[in-house]
Antibody, heavy 122, light 106 residues
């Protein structure tokens, strides 16, 4: 069974940094593309970033380019999101998600974690 | 970027009703369209991928259809557990994009 467990969220001041982690189990992590999706309080879903199986290819939504970095450690079955220069508008629940099969399209978000809350406030 | 326009943004329905939600893409997405259900305080749950393929364990009262730029999610007979917010998503190209959501209320 696919399991994704996010951690690292919390309260952070504007302009500061935070690193989110997503621990994966129940599947061959190194064979799956991974994504981060966020949801601001009371708002809809917004895709943030994605990474290929090897980590060689990364993708970002425009609002986080240059501030956020997605990475993965396939030896630890863990996905990361390094967030710098945080803004109030980055406050959200952050989810990691993945296709259910390595053969599926990379952007298919079949399985999701439970999310971790990031609050940006002084 | 591909824009996903979902309608309606909310709807009121009764148990047993047939409900249809529409999603329009700003360009052809080659049927790379998914639907999600989200309940308050919970992570989204994937219902449908590839426009019309049901995820494992999803009841057959959910169905998806469409092609090109126009897609629909239909719930054939609404049950109490179906009251939730539904989102469409295109995964044809990056950046991945979601519709604004449809809240299905009693």
């Amino acid at each position: 069974e696919v399991q994704l467990l996010e951690s690292g969220g919390g309260l952070v001041q504007p302009g500061r940094s935070l690193r989110l982690s997503c621990a994966a189990s129940g599947f061959t992590f190194s064979s799956h593309a991974m994504s981060w999706v966020r949801q601001a309080p009371g708002k809809g879903l917004e895709w943030v970033s994605a990474i290929s199986t090897s980590g060689d290819s990364t993708y970002y939504t425009d609002s986080v380019k240059g501030r956020f970095t997605i990475s993965r450690d396939n030896s630890k079955n863990t996905l990361y999101l390094h967030m710098n220069s945080l803004r109030a508008e980055d406050a959200a629940v952050y989810y990691c998600a993945t296709p259910i099969s390595p053969a599926a399209a990379a952007g298919r978000l079949d399985s999701w974690g439970q999310g971790t809350l990031v609050t940006v406030s002084s | 970027d591909i824009q996903m326009t979902q309608s309606p943004s909310s709807l009121s329905a009764s148990v047993g009703d047939r409900v249809t939600i529409t999603c329009r893409a700003s360009q052809d997405i080659n049927n790379y369209l998914a639907w999600f259900q989200q309940k308050p305080g919970k992570a989204p749950k994937s219902l449908i991928y590839g426009t019309s393929s049901l995820q494992g364990g999803v009841p057959s009262k959910f169905s998806g259809s469409g092609s090109g730029t126009d897609f629909t999610l239909t719930i054939s007979s609404l049950q109490p557990e179906d009251f939730a917010t539904y989102y469409c998503q295109q995964y044809n190209t990056y950046p991945l994009t979601f519709g604004g959501g449809t809240k299905v209320e009693i």
